[in-house]
């Protein structure tokens, strides 16, 4: 059984800046050199689908999870960006945690406003493990909120510097 959370992040970026950073190969450079104190890599690129190759740190990870693990938790994340139409995109993403039985994904909404941008998440987490799993997965749908936060300041300041 999988576990849903919802998350909210606001960049002060109007909405065609973040979707050009979002379908950037150098942006998503950034992203995996900067959101972990272990840099990932871009394993591919294709103009709106991004596969990243993440690496997820002991301390990063909820205290329940770090009790089953003995090492970084290595992830590949798939993002594929909508088209902006009317400073709306839809954005999907699956992730999945290498050598564990954890999967992660979801909707994201991009919705602009003005000078701000929020992205709307709509996660879906499972962690196949009886009797455990579900008393984790809220644990891991907390941890994401933090870092879709940072990656959401992180996209603020490549848009500064770069756009």
């Known amino acids: 059984m999988a576990t849903r959370s919802e998350n909210t992040v606001t960049i002060n970026q109007p909405a065609e800046k973040v979707h050009a950073a979002l379908t950037n190969a150098d942006y998503w450079a950034y992203i995996v050199a900067n959101l972990s104190p272990e840099p990932g890599e871009v394993n591919e690129f294709t103009g709106n689908v991004a596969t990243l190759f993440e690496v997820l740190p002991m301390d990063l990870l909820p205290e329940a999870v770090r009790s089953m693990v003995s090492q970084s938790l290595k992830v590949k994340r798939v993002i594929t ?24 994904g979801g909707d994201i909404k991009l919705v602009g406003e003005g000078d701000t941008t929020t992205l709307n998440y709509d996660n879906e987490i499972s962690i196949n493990i009886p009797f455990m799993g579900p008393a984790i997965e809220p644990k891991v749908g907390d941890a994401l909120g933090d870092l879709f936060q940072q990656e959401a300041d992180l996209t603020n300041t490549w848009i500064t510097e770069n756009l």
């Open 81 to 104: 960006v909508g088209e902006l139409v009317d400073n709306k995109a839809d954005i999907k993403y699956e992730a999945d945690v290498k050598g564990t039985p954890v999967d992660f």
